[in-house]
């Protein structure tokens, strides 16, 4: 079983990666190449601007999502530093549990509004193509945000009290996968 998470871990981070770096290189490159044309030939791909904003979105997303993997989000960690090493371990797997939920219902949420936006047959304006298609990334995303935070939960579980704190949150993950 452990073998299969740690090719479900590569997986979920390989593709968190690429989409993120591809869609801001992607999407940066599109911006260039069509403000070139537009100032230095008086030409343009109508549909590039769509475009670029849905390739940052994408790129958001899954550099959001592979955040939690690597323990980059703000964490404000003054208080529970003060706590006993045994409440603050506890804290924090609340406070992961609340976050994998949350993560969740958007994950719900956005196959619904999928749903809808097919039912409805919304187009993009510009790409001609159909609205849910650039939306994937909404549940995609936020299922491997939130697979990320679960494993946080077990990874925190298995984490001794006294280790949970050193200075921040991202340490100690650091420091438990480090010694595995």
Avoid at 97 to 108: C, D, K, N, R
Avoid at 128 to 135: F, T
Wanted: glycine fraction near 6%.
């Amino acid at each position: 079983m452990g073998k299969f998470f740690e090719i479900l871990d590569v997986g979920i981070a390989s593709v968190n990666k690429t989409v993120a770096v591809l869609g801001i290189a992607a999407g940066t490159l599109l911006a260039f190449v069509n403000v070139v044309m537009r100032y230095c030939f008086n030409t343009g791909w109508s549909w590039a601007g769509e475009l670029t904003n849905y390739l940052f979105i994408w790129s958001a997303f899954f550099a959001a999502a592979y955040g939690f993997r690597k323990g980059i989000h703000i964490s404000v960690t003054i208080l529970i530093e003060r706590f006993p090493p045994i409440v603050a371990k506890a804290y924090l797997i609340f406070a992961n549990i609340l976050t994998t939920v949350f993560l969740m219902f958007i994950v719900v949420y956005s196959v619904q509004y999928l749903q809808v936006m097919i039912e409805l047959d919304f187009m993009s304006v510009d790409l001609g193509v159909p609205q849910w298609i650039p939306m994937l990334v909404l549940p995609i995303a936020f299922l491997g945000a939130s697979y990320r935070a679960g494993e946080k939960i077990f990874q925190i579980a298995m984490t001794p009290s006294d280790k949970v704190i050193v200075n921040n949150e991202a340490e100690m993950i650091h420091d438990s996968v480090k010694k595995s």
